[in-house]
């Protein structure tokens, strides 16, 4: 066959040989005879495989180039926009696209996005795209200097499909998902850099794989003030980004999520409670043993915030659990079985361990009834597997601002029982005993009926329970002991 055919038969690319062999000519001329066609034609094959990924999972942003084949998944909208120095607006289309491990927005500019929008282009096609990657609005793009059909290649991705909640895959977007509601919080509001007034609200979705925090922006944000936990749904055309570490579904003004009549079952697995550790965040349930009444209080920076406690017992141990914020709103009490998501462990009044529930914790009712959760169906109870963990039986049932969902509720650690306020037997000094809901000057304790202001100079912790005595000035406690 001769070097300059071995060499490119080997190669897998979409230049003709007759291309390939127009390059090697020109790359013998380039060094002035110090190669042969061989070499040359090994420079050439270097530098068509140069950029070539085996996957869409491989591209990442900052590389000068990249090929890969992919199948197309849904096909945008032309968009116009203004050039800067240019009469003529600009065109792009942007293209969502997939293979079997991941996928990527390409964006088609100009010319390649009139052919796209004259019908070029269907769900379905397989591509062999050619292009620069970036990180883009929703995730990671390659804005496409070359795409070709190919269609001898087979991608395994399904058009359409839902996907698996333990498949979700950072930059994916496109991606219906079927759930079961676990957790609603409230709508928030938020000013965008241009002025304008943004939505958001969260809710929390579980299947047979897992869970994951679903973000709703702007008019999709009330349907988390719509849907009721055990309620199974549909996300569609929903995006996935990271927080914090963590990967969530987003979705914004092209997606939705509607109700649907199917069962879906979600199985939690969770912490044995002796066993949790101080920095810990984890998944715990069991039986509410106790439960405090809701309390409010003034934050340092002059919001008013809420907690309540409840203490939760599985088989091997039992924890007090602080409901921050939203949380302290949920229906719980004594003898419910609940499931606690996302928990994070800490240290609490007198060396006793307390798990903390803010904004990114899922708090979960099982109601009693059978083990699967639907319309009209309820929960499962707490266990032990045989690892030692305890268990819960399975039940069924687009902006780029970031919304204050931290500020929204309070992160900090739990409050203990507080303990009414008694006068001693001296004139003029009393005690109060109640919990720190405020460090600072004034600390600030709350004995579950009123709040009482401390002027002290001891080092005391936000939700340690202490006692404060001394005199009564101006509705102000000025505390000489702090025990």
Do not use: C
């Not at 319309?375 to 109870?381: D, E, I, L, M, V």
């Amino acid at each position: 066959m001769g070097a300059i055919a071995d060499i490119y038969a080997d190669l897998d690319t979409d230049v003709s040989e007759e291309e390939f062999r127009e390059a090697v000519e020109e790359k013998i001329d380039q060094m002035g005879g110090l190669a042969d066609e061989e070499t040359a034609a090994m420079l050439i094959a270097h530098e068509l495989k140069d950029g070539e990924v085996e996957g869409i999972a491989d591209v990442e942003p900052g590389m000068d180039e990249v090929k890969f084949l992919a199948k197309v998944v849904r096909v945008g909208e032309v968009r116009t926009f203004e050039r800067d120095g240019e009469d003529e607006d600009g065109r792009v289309v942007n293209v969502e696209a997939a293979d079997e491990t991941g996928s990527i927005t390409l964006s088609f500019w100009d010319e390649q996005a009139a052919a796209v929008a004259d019908g070029g282009l269907e769900p379905g096609a397989v591509l062999r795209v050619k292009g620069r990657p970036k990180d883009g609005y929703n995730g990671l793009e390659v804005s496409v200097d070359k795409a070709e059909p190919d269609e001898e290649v087979e991608i395994d991705v399904q058009i359409g499909a839902t996907t698996s909640i333990d498949d979700l895959v950072l930059g994916r977007s496109d991606v219906n998902v079927r759930g079961l509601v676990l957790d609603t919080d409230s709508v928030r509001t938020f000013d965008r850099d241009d002025g304008s007034e943004g939505r958001v609200s969260n809710l929390t979705l579980g299947d047979e794989t897992g869970r994951v925090r679903v973000t709703m922006w702007d008019e999709r944000a009330e349907r988390a003030e719509e849907l009721s936990p055990g309620t199974p749904v549909e996300v569609v055309d929903g995006y996935v980004r990271e927080r914090d570490g963590d990967l969530e579904l987003h979705v914004g003004e092209a997606g939705a999520i509607e109700e649907i009549e199917e069962s879906v079952e979600f199985t939690p697995e969770t912490a044995a409670i002796d066993a949790v550790e101080i920095g810990q965040t984890v998944d715990i349930g069991g039986v509410v043993r106790s439960a405090d009444p809701k309390r409010t209080f003034d934050r340092d920076d002059g919001s008013e915030g809420q907690v309540r406690n409840v203490r939760i017992q599985d088989e091997t141990g039992d924890i007090r659990v602080a409901l921050w914020g939203d949380k302290a709103d949920k229906e719980i009490e004594p003898g419910d079985e609940v499931f606690v998501a996302d928990v994070e462990i800490k240290d609490g009044w007198q060396d006793d361990l307390e798990a903390s529930a803010n904004w990114r914790s899922t708090v979960v009712v099982l109601e009693d009834g059978d083990t699967t959760v639907g319309p009209g169906a309820g929960g499962g109870s707490a266990g032990t597997d045989d690892s030692g963990n305890a268990g819960l039986d399975a039940f069924a049932g687009d902006d780029g601002a970031t919304a204050d969902a931290e500020a929204a509720s309070d992160g900090g650690s739990g409050a203990g029982t507080a303990v009414a306020a008694a006068e001693s037997d001296e004139d003029d000094v009393v005690e109060f005993t109640g919990t720190v809901v405020q460090t600072g000057e004034p600390v600030v304790l709350d004995d579950g009926e009123e709040t009482m202001s401390v002027e002290t100079d001891a080092t005391v912790q936000l939700g340690q329970e202490i006692t404060a005595r001394g005199q009564l000035r101006d509705d102000r406690l000025d505390a000489e002991d702090v025990f």
